[in-house]
């Protein structure tokens, strides 16, 4: 038997959910981009891109159970922690940096504490970012009570890392009929969200995102709320559905361009709903979340890919969606900035702008898998996996 104290073996990959996560995360970016100039998340262009973060969440969950759910017999929970830490928390570091580089030129009208924190703080609050500690509202250098000021996505990985906890020191050890009855009592908290139940009384400093997913980001009660909700369901459901192996959706051809085309659907699609029909969204979103998005991930994880060209495209987005996704808010800062203070700029310059940075972040995305993540967790791997 393997001794918990080295490496474990590889499984193969399921390549169409790498490219899947890879296609979200290029969304988000574009939605990111385009919310600078949105008044409020009815007129949001890229209206759903926000439940990018469910899907991601239904995906890890799938991929968790996959690569360590038979592997509790040689592997130690420390052993599990440790491996989880080295995968994520390195490009944690960089977009903690990256954020800290950018933030003194991300002083847009509503920012205003940003030309107020001296140096010191900035450094006080990259050191904690680094370290994946979330900063309470008291800490905030920035106005907008995230959990880390330097970089607003790094939220949705602390839920993550919850999710992560709860996997090893808990619901790993649910059988399938327990494990299904905590996804179901989950799904409720999705649905009192996605409908703005409000059953626990958190839900009412929330107006401008009614009938939304939207939240999760800060260490406020509500937000608090709003994150176990977001987590739960799309995580422990997405375990759920690796658990349940027939639960598998075989598509015969173009299955992630089919996938692709779906998961980009839900996250464009617009508001759903007038003024006086808002709940009409929130039904919308869970009804993506709790039915739609494990379709697609069962769809991904059963169907094959064909062609070398597909296969390629696939390793390359799957490569460059967790970089992409947690280095590229830093830069929307700045476009945030840029726009509040060129608001009489031609359209095309803003078009320019927007379209620059975009480019930049995928292309430091790439650099950063390429010239530092990969390295970074090969070296430990070696120090720290034997």
């Known amino acids: 038997m393997t001794s918990p104290y080295y490496p474990l073996s590889s499984k193969p990959r399921f390549e169409i959910l790498d490219g899947l996560r890879g296609v979200a995360a290029i969304i988000v970016v574009a939605f990111h981009l385009f919310e600078t100039y949105s008044s409020s998340p009815r007129d949001q262009i890229l209206n759903h891109g926000y439940l990018a973060v469910d899907f991601f969440f239904v995906l890890s969950g ?89 970089n607003g996505a790094q939220w949705s990985l602390m839920w993550e890392y919850v999710a992560n906890i709860l996997y090893a020191l808990l619901v790993r050890r649910f059988g399938k009929v327990l494990l299904a009855v905590f996804v179901v009592l989950s799904a409720f908290l999705t649905i009192d969200l996605a409908l703005n139940l409000d059953v626990t009384g958190l839900l009412t400093l929330r107006e401008y995102a009614k009938y939304t997913m939207i939240g999760g980001f800060g260490l406020t009660p509500d937000q608090i709320y709003i994150g176990i909700c977001r987590l739960l369901y799309p995580f422990f459901g997405g375990l759920l559905l690796y658990r349940m192996s027939k639960w598998r959706i075989n598509i015969k051809s173009g299955g992630m361009t089919w996938c692709s085309l779906a998961v980009a659907a839900t996250l464009v699609i617009p508001c759903i709903g007038d003024e006086t029909h808002q709940w009409m969204n929130g039904v919308y979103c869970a009804f993506v979340i709790l039915l739609v998005y494990p379709a697609i991930v069962a769809a991904g994880a059963g169907s094959e890919l064909k062609g070398t060209h597909t296969t390629a495209i696939c390793k390359f987005l799957g490569e460059i969606s967790y970089p992409l996704y947690i280095t590229h808010y830093p830069m929307i800062y700045v476009q945030m900035n840029w726009a509040a203070q060129h608001a009489d700029a031609p359209l095309g310059t803003h078009i320019w702008v927007a379209v620059s940075i975009f480019i930049a972040s995928i292309a430091i995305a790439y650099a950063s898998v390429k010239v530092y993540d990969i390295p970074v967790r090969k070296w430990l791997s070696q120090k720290f996996l034997h």
């Open 62 to 150: 799938f991929v968790i159970g996959y690569a360590y759910d038979d592997r509790w017999h040689r592997m130690t929970t420390w052993d599990f922690f440790k491996r989880r830490l080295i995968r994520l928390q390195p490009m944690v570091v960089l977009g903690t940096l990256i954020g800290a580089f950018w933030f003194y030129f991300g002083a847009a009208p509503g920012f205003e504490l940003v030309m107020q924190t001296p140096w010191w703080k900035l450094f006080l609050i990259m050191i904690l970012g680094c370290i994946m500690f979330p900063t309470p509202p008291s800490m905030d250098i920035r106005g907008w009570q995230e959990i880390n000021s330097l």
